[in-house]
């Protein structure tokens, strides 16, 4: 069964989402990222997707203590991401409560850097951010997009043991109108030995569940289930 995976992204300590990224397109849903939380784990959630968007962008880590306040009073198992760039910013995500972390620049610009973080903390905790806009890597924040294609980003770190990878279309991302399906099949077809999170634009719960029949292994879903247009009991099913 696909793991459903509710995303609360952070600005100034409140839950907001964005349309494609774009820090002008900013629509506050929440005050209060705990509340949302609880919501979350009362519907029996156990996952959650917490990106810090002002640390995405500031390039360190700007939010922990959300990530701590609700690490530290719900079970929900946290993966967190935004900011992330040095060794002290990696320890500080787990210690302030998070399962996994998400990294994304790093792992584009600083492979070494990685490397030793997977060797360090071990594939299981750490999930290779793909964000991407027709198909190259787009890093912090979504504001710089590189010349680096999805299969070179992916080739790379295959062989290196990474088994959990997120990969967004930025282009579909916040804009209700549907997925990328068709993307998300692909690379679960192409790499066995990785195991895809679809994220970005997801809609419709009928591409819930086709990414399911799919064999992918989990969806984030954001400005949907804020919007109304999943609902939470809509998607007990997949609990």
């Known amino acids: 069964m696909i793991t459903i995976i509710p995303a609360i992204d952070i600005i100034e300590g409140k839950c907001v989402r964005l349309s494609q990224g774009d820090y002008s397109k900013k629509k506050v849903y929440n005050e209060d990222p705990l509340e949302v939380a609880k919501m979350f784990e009362d519907y029996g959630i156990t996952r959650l997707h917490l990106v810090d968007l002002e640390g995405a962008k500031a390039k360190h880590i700007v939010n922990a203590k959300v990530l701590n306040r609700i690490a530290s009073k719900t079970d929900l198992e946290i993966d967190f991401g935004g900011g992330i760039k040095t060794d002290e910013d ?24 990685f490397y030793s973080w997977l060797e360090k903390y071990g594939s299981e905790k750490l999930i290779l951010c793909a964000d991407v806009k027709e198909e190259k890597i787009a890093v912090s924040g979504w504001l710089d997009v590189s010349e680096i294609t ?13 088994q959990y990878v997120l990969c967004t279309d930025i282009t579909k991302d916040g804009m209700l109108q549907g997925t990328s399906i068709d993307l998300y099949k692909r690379l679960n ?4 030995k990785m195991h895809f999170i679809a994220s ?13 029949n799919a064999e992918i292994y989990g969806v984030i879903i954001g400005k ?3 919007e109304g247009r999943i609902s939470m009991e809509d998607l007990k099913r997949f609990l």
Do not use: M, W
């Open 189 to 192: 077809h192409d790499y066995r």
């Open 90 to 113: 990696l320890k500080l995500v787990f210690d302030c409560g998070a399962k996994q972390a998400t990294i994304g620049s790093v792992a584009l610009n600083d492979k070494e850097l």
């Open 224 to 226: 949907a289930i804020y």
């Open 200 to 212: 970005g634009g997801i809609t419709y719960l009928h591409e819930i569940e086709e990414l399911n």
């Open 150 to 162: 999805l299969d070179s980003f992916l080739e790379l770190y295959e062989p290196k043991g990474v």
